[in-house]
C-alpha cells in the first residue's frame, strides 16, 4: 500500500512539473521568460535569499517557542524545521514537512510524542493565522484602493481558508484533549502504537498537561507574533524579486498579491504530491490574475523557487550535522514516513 501511494503521488508531481513546463512553453513562450530574466538585478536576488533565510529561521523559533524548550535547544528546533522543509520540496507523499519533524523530533531531538503532535498542531494555527492578520490589516490600510480583486472574490477565498485550513486546526488540537479520543486511543492503542511507540498509553494525559501550559502561557501569543514577523520578511523577500524584475508595485499592493498567492496555494489541494511542478503553475496563473503579464508571471514563481530551494540547501548540511542525521539515515526517515501515511490510509 506504502509503495502504491509513493508511485501514486510521484506520478503526479511529475505530471505537474511536464504541465508547467508545457504552460512555459505553449503559453508564456520561452523567448519571454528568457527575455524577462536577461533583466534580472542580479544583487536584489541576493537579497531576497538573504530575508528569505531569516523567514526560515524565524520559522523555527516559532515552533521552538510552542514546544518550550530552552534556549539551548533552539539549534536543534530550527535544524529539524529546516530539514523538514526541504522534505516538503522533495518528497513526493502528503504533509511531508509535519511527518519528518515528527520523526526528527521524537527519534532524533528526544521530545515527547504528545507535546510534538500539540507544537505541531499549534505551529499550523500560529503560521495560518499570521497571513490572515496581516491581510486583514493591509486591505483595512488600504480601504478600498485594492481593486486588483472584488471583495466578493477576497471574502470567499478568506472564508474557504478558515473553513478549510485554519478552523481543521484548531478543531483537531481541541478534540484530541477531549475523553472522547481518549476513548478511541484506548481502542486502538496496539494500532497506534506502531506509529507512536510506548507512549500511546499515557499520551492523552501528557497532551492535556502540555495543552494547559501552552494556553496558560504567553507561548502561543509569542509564536503567532513571530510568525507575523516571519511574514513581514517573507513579504519582503518576495517584494525584492519584483525589484530584481523591474516590476513597478506599491509595497502594500505587493504585499497583499503575495500573502493572497500563498492563501490560495494553501487552499487548494496540492500536497498530496509534493510542492513541485503544481503549486508553480498555479501560482504563475494566480499573478496573471492579479494583473502581471504572463512572463512577469513565470519569472517571479522560476526565480522563487531557485532562490528558496537554494536557502534550503545552504541551511540543510548545517542543521543535519546539528541533529546528528547522516544520509544513511534519510532514506530510513523517508520509508518511516511514507509507512506512517500508508497505515494511516489503510485505517
Not at 517584494?239 to 524584475?245: E, G, K, N
Request: hydrophobic share 55%.
Amino acid at each position: 500500500m506504502g509503495c502504491f501511494l509513493e508511485k501514486r503521488s510521484l506520478v503526479v508531481m511529475i505530471a505537474g512539473i511536464v504541465a508547467y513546463f508545457v504552460y512555459i512553453f505553449a503559453y508564456v513562450g520561452i523567448d519571454k521568460l528568457a527575455h524577462v530574466l536577461a533583466k534580472v538585478d542580479v544583487m536584489m536576488i541576493m537579497l531576497s535569499m538573504i530575508f528569505l533565510l531569516i523567514s526560515i529561521l524565524l520559522h523555527g523559533l516559532s515552533w521552538h517557542i510552542l514546544i518550550g524548550g530552552e534556549m539551548r535547544g533552539v539549534s536543534k528546533i530550527i535544524s529539524a524545521t529546516i530539514a523538514s522543509l526541504f522534505a516538503s520540496y522533495i518528497v513526493p507523499i502528503g504533509a511531508a514537512s509535519e511527518l519528518v519533524r515528527f520523526f526528527i523530533a521524537t527519534r532524533f531531538i528526544g521530545i515527547s510524542v504528545a507535546t510534538t503532535v500539540l507544537s505541531i498542531l499549534a505551529h499550523r494555527i500560529s503560521t495560518t493565522l499570521a497571513p490572515l492578520i496581516a491581510l486583514l490589516s493591509l486591505i483595512l490600510y488600504l480601504r478600498g484602493e485594492f481593486v486588483v480583486i472584488e471583495s466578493a472574490t477576497i471574502t470567499t477565498i478568506l472564508a474557504v481558508y478558515l473553513v478549510v485550513i485554519v478552523f481543521p486546526n484548531v478543531l483537531a488540537m481541541g478534540l484530541i484533549k477531549t475523553r472522547i479520543f481518549e476513548k478511541l486511543m484506548r481502542r486502538y492503542e496496539r494500532y497506534l502504537s506502531r506509529i507512536i511507540g510506548d507512549g500511546a498509553s499515557t499520551f492523552s494525559e501528557e497532551y492535556r498537561r502540555s495543552m494547559s501550559r501552552l494556553i496558560s502561557g504567553p507561548r502561543f501569543p509569542l509564536a503567532l507574533g513571530i510568525s507575523l514577523v516571519e511574514w513581514f520578511f517573507l513579504v519582503t523577500s518576495m517584494y525584492a524579486i519584483f525589484l530584481a524584475l523591474s516590476l513597478n508595485k506599491d509595497l502594500v499592493i505587493a504585499a497583499v498579491s503575495i500573502i493572497m498567492i500563498q492563501i490560495l496555494w494553501w487552499i487548494l489541494p496540492i500536497s498530496f504530491a509534493g510542492s513541485i511542478g503544481i503549486t508553480d503553475l498555479l501560482a504563475s496563473i494566480a499573478y496573471q490574475l492579479l494583473n502581471f503579464e504572463p512572463g512577469a508571471s513565470a519569472s517571479i514563481v522560476v526565480i522563487y523557487r531557485l532562490v528558496s530551494l537554494t536557502s534550503l540547501l545552504i541551511l540543510l548540511y548545517p542543521s543535519l550535522k546539528i541533529l546528528g542525521i547522516y544520509p544513511r539515515e534519510i532514506r530510513r526517515i523517508y520509508r518511516e514516513s511514507r509507512d506512517m501515511k500508508a497505515d494511516q490510509a489503510g485505517g
